[in-house]
């Protein structure tokens, strides 16, 4: 079974640093989307930042980018110029394949990201 | 535009009570409906998902079911609450996106925030 792993349950950054949240997954497919969604104390899921498997190429979404390393399936998420807004939990997530269990996603645990002024 | 609407925001149940939680999508046809849970602190549990009318699969044995009447509307019910079912229930829809590249991402409800009591 798939599954995604975040090692940091919480992580701090200064306001105007960079922060890189870290991502590890388990998987035998090679086509897949991975994903870093935001949720905010609202708890609503806002979409950060998705990566497709077959391209190699780093996502990028102006302040967030990720570091896709798909052989060691690792999928970290860095923030750069970090603001007050940013302070969020932040959950990495593999969707599965459409054809095999119905593109649903699994989540990791979680990383809660405080930002200090 | 598409839009999602979960309903109720807030629900506070007593235990052995029944629960009926529905979402909604519009602006889209023959979506993929999922039912998250999620416990205060931590990642999101799959419970449910349907990639068409009357078809549900089940992730975990539970307390739940599921049920799609409707294209666009995904039921979670219960028959009898149970204390452990407490927590935030998300519902979400994605595309089906079988082909690499045609899938464009999920988009989450607001949430309810089940208490029972």
């Known amino acids: 079974a798939q599954t995604v792993t975040q090692s940091q349950p919480e992580m701090s950054v200064q306001e105007a640093e960079t922060v890189t949240l870290s991502c590890t997954y388990d998987?035998?497919?090679?086509?897949?989307?991975l994903f870093w969604y935001k949720q905010p104390p609202s708890r609503q899921m806002i979409l950060v930042i998705r990566?497709?498997?077959?391209?190699?190429q780093n996502a990028t979404e102006n302040r967030f980018s990720v570091n896709f390393q798909k052989a060691a399936k690792s999928f970290s998420l860095k923030i750069s110029d970090s603001q007050l807004g940013d302070a969020a939990m932040y959950f990495c997530?593999?969707?599965?394949?459409?054809?095999?269990?119905?593109?649903?996603?699994?989540f990791g645990q979680g990383t809660e990201l405080s930002v200090k002024p | 535009s598409q839009t999602i609407h979960q309903w109720p925001a807030t629900l506070v149940q007593p235990v052995g009570s029944p629960l009926s939680l529905e979402c909604t999508v519009e602006?889209?046809?023959?979506?993929?409906l999922y039912w998250y849970r999620q416990a205060a602190g931590r990642g999101l549990q799959l419970l449910f998902y349907?990639?068409?009318?009357?078809?549900i699969s089940s992730e975990v044995p539970q307390n739940l079911s599921a049920s799609r009447p409707q294209d666009r509307q995904f039921i979670l019910s219960s028959k009898k609450l149970l204390l452990s079912d407490s927590g935030f229930y998300l519902c979400?829809?994605?595309?089906?996106?079988?082909?690499?590249?045609?899938?464009?991402?999920?988009?989450f409800g607001s949430g309810t925030r089940l208490t029972v009591v």
């Open positions: 979400a829809w994605s595309t089906p996106g079988g082909r690499a590249g045609s899938f464009y991402g999920y988009t």
């Open positions: 998987t035998s497919e090679s086509d897949y989307y």
């Open positions: 990566q497709e498997a077959y391209k190699q």
């Open positions: 997530a593999y969707r599965t394949p459409i054809y095999n269990q119905g593109g649903k996603l699994i």
């Open positions: 602006g889209t046809s023959n979506p993929n």
């Open positions: 349907s990639v068409g009318i009357g078809q």
